[in-house]
Nanobody, 121 residues
Framework: QLVESGGGLVQAGGSLRLSCATS????????MGWFRQAPGKEREFVAA???????RYADSVKGRVAISRDNAKSTVYLQMNSLKPEDTAVYYC?????????????????WGQGTQVTVSS
């Protein structure tokens, strides 16, 4: 199971730190990532981290967000800075059983319920 937390309402330019706690299975050897879905839009890739710690970011968030993981706590984080209104979305944590980072949502295997992030202008 994946449980996200840390979402909320923030003003443009502000920061949020999302957390995703995993339980029931060890995902330390798997890629973990964050996706988001805004109303009326498709779910899109935000960031991912491999089991070795390699990271990949969507161009739209590069330089403003950082993904990290703590395998001892079975938790992955997404630090988001300089938030913009267009970052408003439900943010989902996911696990990919593949050994490489992939950005297509449909191939990821496990998903959390999502946490709402709203950025006001």
């Amino acid at each position: 199971q994946l449980v996200e937390s840390g979402g909320g309402l923030v003003q443009a330019g502000g920061s949020l730190r999302l957390s995703c706690a995993t339980s029931g299975r060890t995902f330390s050897r798997r890629a973990m990532g964050w996706f988001r879905q805004a109303p009326g839009k498709e779910r899109e890739f935000v960031a991912a981290i491999s089991r070795e710690g390699s990271t990949r970011y969507a161009d739209s968030v590069k330089g403003r967000v950082a993904i990290s993981r703590d395998n001892a706590k079975s938790t992955v984080y997404l630090q988001m800075n300089s938030l913009k209104p267009e970052d408003t979305a439900v943010y989902y944590c996911a696990v990919d059983l593949a050994m490489v980072i992939r950005t297509t949502p449909s191939v990821w295997d496990y998903w959390g319920q999502g946490t709402q992030v709203t950025v006001s202008s």
